[in-house]
T-cell receptor
Framework: EAQVTQNPRYLITVTGKKLTVTCSQN?????MSWYRQDPGLGLRQIYY???????DKGDVPEGYKVSRKEKRNFPLILESPSPNQTSLYFC???FGTGSYEQYFGPGTRLTVT | AQKITQTQPGMFVQEKEAVTLDCTYD???????LFWYKQPSSGEMIFLIY??????QNATEGRYSLNFQKARKSANLVISASQLGDSAMYFC?????????????FGAGTRLFVKA
């Protein structure tokens, strides 16, 4: 089954404790992206990757890191999480850009206390 | 700067009636793509429909159609014959050529409630 998987689905952590949210897709998509969803703000793009070893900042990259060492994986790293990073996070992938729709993972609900 | 505006935070529609969800966008590019996604209460994001800026006809996908008015920079989603399962959050999104199509911006969303 074609899908984007994220882990964990739920995470409660404390300020400053490094964490990684994994994202994997099995569709051989070149493009992957991370978003955060907050009430009243819709989805905002954190980082995106056009291909292996090629990443760039979205609109809200502060406090986040990403890497793309393999085509299928695109982990999101929070080196020192803060309460304002409490949010619902989505990973997405698409075959390309332009007209190609994005396939989204199930989401990761992160709470930072 | 690119921007998507969805002015209806919430809407109600009677089952079997049609409903229009508004979306206006701002971009200085001539080449861009507009998308609508649905987010049910279960949380997943589901792609509904796509409209390219050079497409001459409005996009349609089953009960979904996109009322694209380029001069007004609007891309409203029309859902015909609403069903209870259409109750969800709906997001309008845009990719444009300025960023090579790599960046996507989303509107704040419209929550649709379908009444039986």
């Amino acid at each position: 089954e074609a899908q984007v998987t994220q882990n964990p689905r739920y995470l409660i952590t404390v300020t400053g404790k490094k964490l990684t949210v994994t994202c994997s897709q099995n569709m051989n998509h070149e493009y992957m992206s991370w978003y955060r969803q907050d009430p009243g703000l819709g989805l905002r793009q954190i980082y995106y990757s056009m291909n292996v070893e090629v990443t760039d900042k979205g609109d809200v990259p502060e406090g986040y890191k990403v890497s793309r060492k393999e085509k299928r994986n695109f982990p999101l790293i929070l080196e020192s999480p803060s309460p304002n990073q409490t949010s619902l996070y989505f990973c997405a992938s698409s075959f390309g850009t332009g007209s190609y729709e994005q396939y989204f993972g199930p989401g990761t609900r992160l709470t930072v206390t | 700067a690119q921007k998507i505006t969805q002015t209806q935070p919430g809407m109600f529609v009677q089952e079997k009636e049609a409903v229009t969800l508004d979306c206006t966008y701002d971009t200085s590019d001539q080449s861009y793509g507009l998308f609508w996604y649905k987010q049910p209460s279960s949380g997943e994001m589901i792609f509904l429909i796509y409209q390219g800026s050079y497409d001459e006809q409005n996009a349609t996908e089953g009960r979904y159609s996109l009322n694209f008015q380029k001069a007004r920079k609007s891309a409203n989603l029309v859902i015909s014959a609403s069903q209870l399962g259409d109750s969800a959050m709906y997001f309008c999104a845009m990719r444009d050529a300025y960023t090579g199509g790599f960046k996507t911006i989303f509107g704040a969303g419209t929550r649709l409630f379908v009444k039986a």
